[in-house]
Every structure is written in structure tokens, then in C-alpha cells.
């Protein structure tokens, strides 16, 4: 089977959540190119979000930051403002922000569940909502959520239980907007990582391939999903995780 070609990112503006370090950084620096438009969010590390962002732009990409904390309405509602003043057609959207409250069920505080919540799936809802003007004005265009290799597996989540919770919601919002918007030339698909490399603990059950993935292999599902190749591509959970979570 030939591999996709790496997607011509040339004249076309990319919004990527969580681009200031880990796997959000990997996807900002891959699409990098001459005549792209990279729009990086990030939460308020700004030191690390230039540093993308300068070195996107030594690679011939254009760009710029939004600073947004996700888990407030306003701020979202500010951020996707000036993405639609920056780029008034996308051709994709990358949500892949993220966070992970790593506690028992019973010490979360029900603040610290709301904003998890509003974080991992109501911002992936909002964003893509408000970016759909945008993503039709760009077509053929893309959404891509990452989600989690677990999500499609319902069960007690004892740990970490409002992130779990959410990669839920992902899934259901990735196929409820990939049939909103299938008629228009825009498809919606899900990336499930299992245990990367900047994976928070242990896995806690051996991995079947033997290694935690790399932000690598979210890439090459990644380049599939860009590529023209997957145009008929939506509703879809592209799961790399070595056989972790099965």
C-alpha cells in the first residue's frame, strides 16, 4: 500500500489548540512549510509558543499565536475572533489540547471537574462550531480531534475520571459534526493515541507492541486524514496505541 504524500500545506491556514509543547508542538513544526498559515494556540506559555512558532517560520510558514485559556467561554469566543480576522477560510482545525487531572474520583472537586470538562470536549464543541464559517470557506477542509485509545470502551474510571468522561463526548461529537457537515465538503475525524511518550505515569498493563507511541506515529494517521486520499474519510477513530486500551 503507498503512503500518502505529506498534505501541500502551501496558502492554507491551519488552527492547532495546544501547540506550545508535546504532541501539539510535533504537529506544528510537521505541517510547517512554505506558504502555510499556522495559527498556534496556547494557554498562556508564551515563551514556548514562540519558540514554535519561530521555528515554524524558519521553515517558511507564517503565522501566529492565540493565547486563550479553554476552559473559559470568553476567551474562546476572543480566540476564534482573531483567527477569523488572521484567516477567513481554514483548512483544518486541530484540536488537540488537552488536560489531564490525575486524581481519585472521589477528590475532585466539582470545580476542577467543570474545567476539565470545558477543556478536553465543550471547547472541541465550541471551536468547531464556530469555525465551521471558516472551514466552508476553505473546503475541501478538515477537523481532526484527538482523542484517547480508551474512549470507545465504556467502563469505570476510577482515575482521571472527567478526562475519560470527555474523550467520551470527543467521540460523539466528532461523529455528530462529521454528518453536519459531510455535505459540505469538510470532514470530521478522531486520532485515539494510547500511551505516548510524554504520557503522563505508568501504563499500567503491558503494550503490545512493546513501546509507547511517538508523536510520530499520531502523524502518519494525521497526514492520512490531511491527504487528499481520505476525502471520502468521516466519522472516523483512527486508533494508535500499539494494542494498549483494547
Excluded at 488552527?15 to 504532541?23: D, E, N, Y
Excluded at 476552559?71 to 483544518?92: G, K, N, S
Excluded at 467543570?114 to 477542509?141: E, K, M, W, Y
Excluded at 467521540?171 to 494510547?194: C, E, H, M, W, Y
Amino acid at each position: 500500500m503507498t503512503r500518502p504524500a505529506k498534505p501541500d500545506a502551501a496558502m492554507r491556514a491551519i488552527l492547532i489548540t495546544g501547540a506550545a509543547g508535546g504532541l501539539g508542538r510535533a504537529i506544528a513544526l510537521h505541517l510547517a512549510a512554505p506558504g502555510a498559515t499556522l495559527l498556534l494556540h496556547h494557554r498562556g506559555e508564551e515563551g514556548r509558543a514562540r519558540a514554535v512558532l519561530d521555528a515554524a517560520r524558519e521553515r517558511g510558514a507564517e503565522g501566529m499565536l492565540l493565547r486563550a485559556d479553554l476552559a473559559v467561554l470568553e476567551e474562546r469566543e476572543r480566540m476564534m475572533d482573531q483567527a477569523r480576522d488572521r484567516a477567513p477560510a481554514l483548512a483544518a482545525l486541530i484540536n488537540n489540547a488537552g488536560s489531564y487531572l490525575d486524581l481519585p474520583l472521589q477528590e475532585i472537586s466539582p470545580r476542577q471537574w467543570q474545567a476539565a470538562l470545558d477543556v478536553n470536549c465543550s471547547a472541541v464543541f465550541h471551536l468547531t462550531q464556530r469555525a465551521i464559517p471558516l472551514l466552508r470557506a476553505g473546503a475541501p477542509a478538515r477537523v481532526i480531534n484527538i482523542g484517547d485509545s480508551g474512549a470507545g470502551r465504556v467502563a469505570a474510571r476510577l482515575q482521571a475520571t472527567p478526562y475519560h468522561v470527555a474523550k467520551l463526548g470527543v467521540s460523539v461529537l466528532t461523529r455528530s459534526f462529521a454528518k453536519l457537515l459531510a455535505g459540505d465538503g469538510i470532514t470530521v475525524n478522531q486520532i485515539s493515541p494510547g500511551f505516548l511518550e510524554n504520557s503522563i505515569g505508568d501504563p499500567g498493563s503491558p503494550i503490545p507492541a512493546g513501546r509507547r507511541g511517538t508523536f510520530g506515529d499520531v502523524i502518519e494517521a494525521l497526514d492520512f486524514l490531511l491527504s487528499p486520499q481520505a476525502g471520502y474519510v468521516t466519522g472516523a477513530d483512527i486508533v494508535v496505541s500499539g494494542g494498549w486500551n483494547l
